[in-house]
């Protein structure tokens, strides 16, 4: 993944969605990371399904956090519906902020959760500064 990592296009993909699921089979879990980050900057093209399984399944938080900088870089949309809902709760404060900067406010528990994020006072600050920046009242 070396030279792909920094310089990989959209014409990688193939081969950089490869990298990941025989990272993710060997259960290698910086090199699933690189990949990761890699499709982050290719954004086209790639299959949401097989980066939604790397968040599901991985056992490394790092590979959650990567997830979904991926998801919402090529398929914000559909991860603003769903797993940015989701990792509102997720361990990492970096894929909470994620989750509270993108997550689709008509979602049920959505606007609750984010107001319990904002009056934590013990929450990561980039956490909720996340969610304060949605205006939602306290």
Known sequence: ?????????????????????????????????????????IRVGIPPEIVEAAYR????SRVCSYACRVLVAAHRERFSRGFAVEVLWDCEAETRAIGAKCADLS????????????????????VRDAALSRGLDR
């Open 1 to 41: 993944m070396g030279i792909l990592r920094r310089g990989a296009t959209a014409k990688d993909l193939q081969r950089v969605v490869g990298g990941l699921e025989h990272a993710y089979a060997e259960e290698d879990w910086y090199p699933a990371c690189d990949a990761l980050e890699t499709l982050e900057r």
């Open 57 to 60: 399944e991985a056992p490394f």
């Open 107 to 126: 979602c049920e528990g959505a606007s609750a959760r984010l107001s319990t994020l904002i009056l934590d006072e013990r929450q990561d600050e980039g």
